[in-house]
């Protein structure tokens, strides 16, 4: 197993226009995490899923933003009509919930770094 | 919420030093969470510890529930050391990966 995946890892888009990022979790993680991190911040938590349900979202995903796992492995964060205050680095992490060692430690991508023009 | 400060915010050091970061937070937890960023953005934990002390190599995290306080500790400290250390508590207190993080500690280790 490769880690967590992101992709893009950098993508620049003019105003307006939509973006989707991928990531792909440890296979056996039952639980993935968005987070999005601005320049000199930590991470701040957006959603999280359980298998294919989305089980949280944070008030900072706004309406123009979208989450999906559809069949409990890779997630997709869609940012539609980005605005320039969505540059950031976007970051996905995994864990599972139970089995013996490791559980409940989170792995984390190398991130997908946002910016709008 | 949790609340989750982390000082100090810059932290300039000359190899071979030892180095300690600091973090408090609001809300009692399971679990704190202390990881990694390096340039380019990827994050690796570190430790997550619910008590007492954990070592991995020269990485000494500890952790005081009671006091609502962890620190992490550096020994002979070395220049790869350099990066970013955030330390991380579960929101509502229980959750593993719906984390607040703290603002992170820009670590620079000098030759």
């Known amino acids: 197993d490769t880690g967590v995946s992101q992709d893009p890892r950098h993508k620049i888009t003019k105003r307006g226009q939509n973006v989707t990022f991928r990531c792909d979790p440890i296979?056996?993680?039952?639980?993935l995490y968005w987070y999005r991190q601005t320049l000199g911040q930590g991470p701040e938590f957006l959603t999280y899923?359980?298998?294919?349900?989305?089980?949280?979202k944070s008030r900072l995903l706004s309406d123009r933003f979208s989450a999906e796992r559809p069949k409990g492995s890779f997630s997709t964060l869609e940012i539609q009509r980005t605005e320039q205050g969505d540059s950031a680095m976007y970051l996905c992490?995994?864990?599972?919930?139970?089995?013996?060692?490791?559980?409940?430690?989170?792995?984390f991508g190398a991130g997908s770094r946002l910016t709008v023009l | 919420k949790n609340e989750v400060e982390q000082s100090p915010q810059n932290l300039t050091a000359q190899e071979g030093e030892f180095i300690t970061i600091n973090c408090s937070y609001s809300?009692?937890?399971?679990?704190l969470h202390w990881l990694q960023q390096h340039p380019g953005g990827g994050i690796v934990s570190l430790f997550m510890?619910?008590?007492g002390k954990k070592k991995h190599g020269r990485l000494i995290a500890t952790i005081n529930i009671q006091e609502k306080h962890s620190s992490l500790h550096i020994t002979a400290s070395h220049p790869r050391d350099s990066a970013v250390y955030i330390c991380?508590?579960?929101?509502?207190?229980?959750?593993?990966?719906?984390?607040?993080f703290g603002q992170g500690t820009i670590l620079t280790v000098h030759p």
């Open positions: 510890l619910s008590s």
């Open positions: 899923f359980q298998n294919e349900a989305q089980l949280e």
């Open positions: 991380a508590a579960p929101a509502g207190g229980t959750s593993y990966g719906k984390l607040t």
């Open positions: 296979s056996e993680h039952n639980r």
């Open positions: 992490a995994s864990r599972r919930t139970s089995g013996r060692g490791g559980a409940n430690v989170l792995t």
């Open positions: 809300v009692g937890i399971s679990a």
